[in-house]
């Protein structure tokens, strides 16, 4: 991070001897992927007015995919925070035998394709899965309920936050927290006061990420969950249903999402560029 | 593998040269068809190939009403066939067929529960006992509609009850996508009932899923229109496609596969 200053004035001290032909050719270069990328976001800007009016927002298909995506999406990021940090904090701190193991298990959900994880999920904890007549036994169903919403955002979505906890705490230095224990802080008095706090932009951000992308889950919950309005129909697929039946609240969703996502976005840039002003003053 | 990297190649080469002129490969007849046409579609497609050589049929099955949207997203094909009319005239009336419809094959409805049939249902009013699961299309899928017309009509019937559809509806635990995924969902035991149509269940789901006739006087007639659009590529291969899925060698592979006549 120290390095940030002068690697940008070599930067700008090598452009300025390479003359400005070549930086013209590097922005035409430059070009048709920026508007690859910017063109369709510049058509979804023009027509968020249309999704975005009242009788396409007030659609019980848009209303209920809102409610429950919120309510599932934080629970999830609720619960990867509770089942996280823990294992976060190991993984930064500790080490043991199959510790890459670990490592390598927590972090697969983040390749691993959701709808793959989908399966995987009814296989374990489906009806007829490895613990399903376990969990039906003692009256637990989770295939097509909320909470198998829940389930299917957190395999998919928590890694996120995981690998953002453990990069956070790795930041917080050794030293810093040894020197707070000789002053007498008590070890729980010690991660409180010292630990969290230095690691907080790390949590946050996986924490914000492993949000948006609970919200944005598809695959894992259409094959665990299934897809009923009200229930388990999250934001996602309800645009794959309206796709068949209304069009303008599948438009209404699909401004939602992409603006809550540049949202999230801007915010964590915001965020970082804060932290690193802060670390360089 | 290396297939796949020739593939991934001519892709890229393709993505970036976007106004290079209609590629002169094999003729292929692209042909949308309903998930219930999938088995009866997959032979009529290989004796067609057999019979034309150089021609290749691919087939898009989904639900109807999925197929449809593409359709008007601009999807390009030569062919739709709909598991029911309501679908088929969106597209007639939105300018897009080029001859038909004609009806091909008719359907019925029945119902699917697990081998095992955890939820004990051995006649169509079980479905309104508490807790059974049911996944059920949605009511713009053709099987969906199909399901809630059978469930009004039984509504009608006071052995029934006035709001024997509601209570049904309500144990609906998911709306797939399209029959064949409802009929996986009862496959896999995630869900203790299903409507599908007869020829949905093959010899070899035999030992999966049991069969559950639905009463007659509730039950209605599927009815599958076929239509040549005028996106096709292909029009000739395309009629003649058409006309081998009309004939009676054609309707011979149908009827096969459990499909009644038009």
Not at chain 1, 116 to 129: D, K, N, P, Q
Not at chain 2, 195 to 205: E, Q
Request: proline share 7%; net charge positive; with cysteine.
């Amino acid at each position: 991070m120290g390095l940030r200053p002068s690697v940008t004035a070599c930067f700008r001290e090598g452009a300025m001897r390479r003359g400005w032909p070549r930086s013209m050719l590097l922005y035409g270069l430059g070009l048709p992927a920026l508007l690859f990328f910017g063109l369709p976001m510049l058509v979804l800007v023009f027509r968020a007015a249309e999704g975005l009016s009242g009788s396409a927002l007030k659609a019980p298909l848009v209303r209920q995919a809102m409610a429950l995506t919120m309510g599932t999406s934080l629970a999830t990021t609720g619960l990867a925070a509770l089942l996280g940090t823990p294992l976060a904090y190991l993984l930064a701190r500790r080490t043991f035998p199959g510790k890459a193991l670990v490592e390598t298990l927590v972090e697969l959900p983040i390749v691993i394709p959701p709808v793959a994880g989908g399966v995987i999920l009814l296989l374990t904890f489906g009806r007829r899965g490895l613990l399903g007549p376990a969990l039906e036994a003692v009256g637990v169903t989770l295939s097509f309920t909320p909470q198998g919403v829940v389930m299917a955002q957190l395999f998919i979505a928590a890694p996120f936050y995981i690998r953002g906890a453990r990069l956070g705490f790795l930041t917080v230095s050794r030293e810093l927290e040894e020197a707070a224990a000789v002053d007498g802080a008590s070890p729980w008095g010690v991660l409180w006061h010292v630990t969290l706090p230095l690691a907080f932009p790390g949590l946050f951000s996986g924490l914000v990420l492993c949000w948006a992308r609970a919200i944005g889950e598809f695959g894992a919950t259409y094959l665990f969950a299934g897809n009923l309005p009200g229930r388990t129909q999250t934001m996602p697929l309800a645009i794959l249903t309206a796709m068949e039946s209304d069009l303008r609240a599948a438009l209404a969703l699909t401004v939602l999402l992409a603006f809550f996502s540049a949202a999230v976005l801007v915010g964590l840039r915001g965020l970082l560029a804060e932290q690193e002003g802060a670390f360089l003053q | 593998m290396r297939r796949g990297i020739w593939v991934s190649l001519w892709l890229m080469a393709g993505c970036l040269s976007p106004l290079r002129s209609p590629a002169a490969g094999p003729v292929e007849v692209w042909v949308f068809a309903a998930a219930s046409l999938r088995e009866p579609f997959q032979e009529l497609a290989q004796r067609f190939e057999a019979q034309h050589p150089g021609v290749r049929v691919r087939l898009n099955l989904g639900a109807s009403s999925a197929l449809r949207t593409q359709l008007m997203q601009g999807a390009q094909a030569d062919l739709f066939a709909s598991a029911d009319e309501k679908n088929m005239e969106e597209i007639v009336r939105a300018g897009l067929v080029a001859e038909g419809p004609y009806i091909f094959a008719t359907n019925r409805p029945v119902l699917i529960v697990p081998a095992d049939n955890p939820a004990r249902i051995s006649q169509l009013a079980d479905l309104a006992r508490p807790g059974v699961r049911i996944a059920l299309p949605g009511p713009e899928v053709p099987i969906g509609a199909y399901a809630r017309t059978i469930l009004q009509r039984a509504s009608q019937d006071p052995a029934y009850g006035p709001d024997f559809a509601e209570r049904v509806l309500r144990n609906v635990v998911s709306e797939e996508a399209n029959v064949k995924a409802a009929f996986a969902r009862v496959a896999l035991g995630e869900a203790d009932a299903a409507f599908v149509y007869r020829t949905d269940v093959g010899p070899a789901d035999r030992e999966k899923v049991r069969v559950v006739e639905i009463p007659e006087a509730f039950n209605v007639v599927a009815r599958y229109p076929i239509a040549l659009l005028k996106g096709a590529r292909h029009p000739t291969a395309a009629r003649a496609f058409m006309a081998l899925v009309r004939s009676p060698e054609g309707q011979g592979i149908l009827q096969r596969w459990g499909f009644g006549p038009p």
